[in-house]
């Protein structure tokens, strides 16, 4: 017993000892160096694998306000039941539950809820959010892995075929949601403008995309806008030149003294899309031109 631990803890059989505090001692000294090993050894182990688990993280950046899909698996099936069926209902008209759904195999059960909102990156970890649920307001912590983003029905993207928008085709007032395009008074020769939006700042000041042309109607077809930032030149189209478009950045709100910014108390109207001619509906041009924060008259329809 007595040699098998002094090989274990690196002392030979051939070691002496002269007393039994001088072996205790030695026994210490060797538990000691063996500790240290193994801790050395145990955090080499850790950093590399670390450092595999950073190959293998999924990157993505999400920023406050995107809405997000959530991989949610293990909720209740009477509640995914209850999304479907809801759906199903605004659909036909109907607020009958059907039983066949009771009885679908989980594999078939969507496994997504949504669309919620990111609310911020959790502390220093990139690959975490925190995330407000859509229906309850509460705030949960997902990874990145679980997330997916949310891409209102667009012209441009063939993938949102099926139109992922509330029951109103857009919102009068109210808070606008990023990605969203809003419509805000404006002083000046330009009654209103029209922007993307891209954030919302802790103090309320949202950050837009323009939209507009190089008329600056609003009657006209609009398109986003480009900034180049070699000679200012803009744009408005709705992807930069290609020929030079490593120069042009997006046209924000940044590049023009916008005062104390536009906020959700100065949307007119949000949440709407723009006609096959790229034209605002007619419906959207009747609200601006029935607020009394605009003064401009809508054109009468042709």
């Excluded at 307001?137 to 063939?158: I, Y």
């Excluded at 000041?205 to 803009?234: C, T, Y």
């Amino acid at each position: 017993m007595r040699q098998a631990c002094r090989h274990f803890l690196g002392s030979g059989p051939q070691e002496e000892f002269k007393s039994e505090a001088e072996y205790a001692t030695a026994v210490g000294s060797s538990l000691a160096r063996a500790y240290q090993n193994a801790h050395a050894a145990q955090v080499a182990a850790a950093e590399k694998n670390a450092a595999y688990r950073a190959d293998l993280l999924r990157k993505a950046e999400f920023f406050p306000e995107q809405r997000v899909f959530y991989w949610q698996p293990g909720a209740s099936a009477a509640g995914q039941i209850a999304e479907a069926e809801e759906a199903e209902a605004a659909r036909d008209g109907s607020n009958v539950r059907t039983a066949r759904t009771q009885t679908l195999p989980g594999k078939w059960k969507y496994k997504w809820t949504g669309p919620h909102s990111i609310v911020r990156v959790h502390g220093d970890r990139a690959n975490v959010y925190l995330v407000r649920h859509r229906k309850t307001g509460k705030e949960f912590l997902a990874n990145v892995n679980r997330l997916s983003p949310f891409h209102p029905w667009s012209d441009t993207r063939p993938d949102t075929a099926e139109r992922q928008q509330e029951d109103a085709p857009f919102n009068k007032g109210g808070r606008a949601q990023v990605g969203d395009l809003v419509a805000f008074p404006l002083e000046g020769a330009v009654p209103f403008g029209v922007g993307k939006l891209i954030s919302r700042a802790e103090d309320g000041r949202l950050s837009f995309q323009w939209l507009s042309n190089a008329k600056d109607s609003m009657i006209s077809p609009l398109h986003l806008g480009w900034r180049d930032e070699r000679d200012l030149k803009v744009v408005y189209a709705a992807t930069p030149p290609a020929h030079s478009k490593k120069h042009y950045v997006a046209l924000t709100d940044e590049h023009y003294d916008m005062g104390r910014g536009i906020r959700d108390s100065d949307v007119l109207v949000h949440g709407f899309d723009l006609d096959k001619r790229r034209r605002l509906p007619a419906e959207v041009l009747g609200l601006i031109s029935a607020s009394d924060l605009v003064d401009w008259t809508a054109p009468l329809a042709e």
